[in-house]
C-alpha cells in the first residue's frame, strides 16, 4: 500500500509532465521540402523571397516536386506552365498554374512573376502539410483598386512581332585577321488558330592569313537565308500549313535556292499538353529549285526537282528527367536513291537520388548531297569549312554522368565572391 507522501511525489511529478507533453503535442510539424526542376529560373530569387520553405536539391528528398517547362508565346515572350507534383504524404495532390511574360518585360519582372506563381501554388500544399500559419493571403484592396478595369485599347500592331539585330565582329593577330558580319529580322503573329512566322537573315565572313613563306591567303564565306512558316489549327491533334524558303549559299554550291512544300501534323497528344509531352508526325511534300556557283558532280547548272519528308518526333518532360526524340527521312521523288535519314537525341534521366544520366547525340545517313562542286575542294575550303565534302554519314555523341551528395537542404544563398576563374583561364 503506497503511503500518503509517495502518492503526491507521483501526484507532483505527472503534473509537472502535462507542459512538457503539450508542448511535445503543439510542436510544429517540419517545414514543407521543395524540390524546383526548371533549366530558366533564379533560383536565388526564389529561395531569398520564398523562405516558408526547404528547398532541397534532390527530388527523393522532396514533399513537393516544382516543374517548370516553357514555350515561346506569339508576341515573343515566354508561358512558363508550373507543374505541382505531391510526393509522400502529398502524393494524391496536383496542380498546374501559368505565368506568360512579354517580350518587354525584363529579367526581374520575368523571375517576379515566376515566383508569384510559385508561392500561390504553394498554398495549397502548406495548409495540407499543417504549415497554414506560415503564411498569408492578402488580396488587394482599396477603393482604386476594386473598380472594373477599362477595356484595353485596339491593339495597333495586330498581334504582329518584329524583331531586327545586326552584328559585326573584327579579330586580328600578326599574321591573321577576320570579318564577320551577320543580321536578321524576322515577324510573326500567332492566334490560337493560325499563326505565321517569317525570317530573313545573312551572314559573311573573310579571313586573311600569311604563311611562313610569306605567300598571303584570302577566303571568304557567305550565306543568305528566308523563310516563311504558315500554320493553321485542325482542332486539338491536327495541324497543317506550308514552308517556304529561300536562299544563296557557298558551303553548298547554290547561288539560289527555292523550295515551297505544303505540311500536314498530327499530335498524339492535345498540343496544350505540350509543355508537358508531345509526339508528333509531320509530312511534307513540295518542290526545290536550285541554282549552282559551279558545275556539280552531276553536270548541273540548276535543276528543279519534287521532294517530300517524314517526321516523327516525341518531346517529354516529366519528374524522372528529359526525352527529346526526332527522326527525319526525306528523298526526291524523283529518285529515291537520293535520300537522308536523320536520328537525334537529348536525353537527361534521373537514375538513383543525385545520379543523373545525360545523352546528347545524332547520326545521319547522307545520299542526297546532289549540289558538291565537281571541281576538288582545296586544302584552306576544307580546313576551314567553306565548302561542304562529299559524305556518306556523319554522327557525334556526347555521354556524361553527374552525381551530387552531400547536404539535402539547399536554402542558403550567399553571393560574395563568386567563382570566376573561366574570366582568367581559357
Known amino acids: 500500500m503506497r503511503t500518503p507522501t509517495r502518492a503526491l511525489t507521483s501526484l507532483a511529478g505527472a503534473l509537472l509532465l502535462i507542459p512538457a507533453l503539450l508542448s511535445a503535442q ?4 517540419p517545414p514543407l521540402r521543395v524540390f524546383l526542376d526548371c533549366q530558366r529560373c533564379d533560383f536565388d530569387h526564389l529561395r531569398e523571397n520564398i523562405p516558408v520553405v526547404d528547398w532541397v536539391r534532390d527530388r527523393m ?6 516543374l517548370v517547362t516553357q514555350l515561346e508565346t506569339g508576341a515573343g515572350g515566354q508561358e512558363y506552365t508550373l507543374h505541382f507534383l505531391g510526393l509522400r504524404n502529398l502524393g494524391h495532390l496536383a496542380d498546374t498554374l501559368r505565368y506568360a511574360s512579354r517580350q518587354s518585360d525584363t529579367e526581374d519582372e520575368t523571375r517576379e512573376g515566376i515566383a508569384r506563381a510559385v508561392r500561390l501554388g504553394l498554398v495549397r500544399y502548406l495548409a495540407q502539410s499543417r504549415r497554414e500559419t506560415a503564411v498569408d493571403v492578402v488580396f488587394p484592396g482599396g477603393d482604386e483598386e476594386r ?3 477599362a477595356a484595353p485599347a485596339d491593339d495597333p500592331w495586330n498581334l504582329w512581332v518584329m524583331r531586327a539585330s545586326v552584328s559585326g565582329e573584327m579579330e586580328g593577330e600578326t599574321r591573321t585577321r577576320s570579318n564577320a558580319f551577320d543580321g536578321s529580322f524576322s515577324a510573326s503573329r500567332t492566334t490560337e488558330a493560325f499563326k505565321i512566322d517569317m525570317e530573313v537573315s545573312g551572314e559573311y565572313q573573310e579571313d586573311h592569313f600569311e604563311y611562313s613563306s610569306g605567300r598571303k591567303e584570302e577566303s571568304t ?3 543568305v537565308a528566308a523563310n516563311v512558316v504558315a500554320v493553321w489549327s ?4 491536327w495541324s497543317w500549313g506550308f514552308s517556304g524558303s529561300a536562299g544563296a549559299s557557298t558551303q553548298v554550291n547554290q547561288d539560289l535556292a527555292f523550295t515551297v512544300a505544303p505540311a500536314l501534323e498530327w499530335s498524339l497528344y492535345p498540343y496544350a499538353e505540350a509543355t508537358r509531352r508531345q509526339v508528333t508526325v509531320l509530312y511534307r511534300v513540295g518542290v526545290s529549285s536550285f541554282r549552282y556557283a559551279e558545275v556539280t558532280l552531276f553536270d548541273k547548272t540548276s535543276e528543279t526537282r519534287p521532294q ?3 517526321q516523327v518526333a516525341a518531346d517529354f518532360t516529366q519528374p524522372w528527367g528529359e526525352l527529346v526524340l526526332t527522326l527525319t527521312g526525306s528523298n526526291y521523288l524523283d529518285d529515291f536513291s537520293k535520300h537522308r535519314v536523320e536520328f537525334n537525341t537529348n536525353t537527361e534521366v534521373r537514375i538513383v537520388r543525385g545520379l543523373s544520366l545525360d545523352i546528347r547525340g545524332s547520326v545521319a545517313r547522307i545520299k542526297d548531297q546532289i549540289y558538291l562542286a565537281r571541281e576538288d575542294v582545296s586544302d584552306e575550303e576544307v580546313l576551314l569549312r567553306r565548302k561542304e565534302l562529299g559524305k556518306d554519314y556523319e554522327y557525334s555523341v556526347d555521354v556524361g554522368l553527374s552525381f551530387t ?5 539547399n536554402n542558403v544563398v550567399n553571393p560574395r565572391i563568386r567563382s570566376r576563374q573561366q574570366e582568367y583561364y581559357h
Open 405 to 409: 551528395f552531400g547536404s539535402v537542404f
Open 308 to 310: 517530300h519528308s517524314l
Open 234 to 237: 485542325l482542332g486539338p491533334r
Open 221 to 223: 564565306a557567305s550565306d
Open 61 to 66: 528528398d522532396a514533399d513537393l516536386h516544382v
Open 26 to 29: 503543439e510542436a510544429p510539424p
Open 147 to 149: 473598380r472594373p478595369t
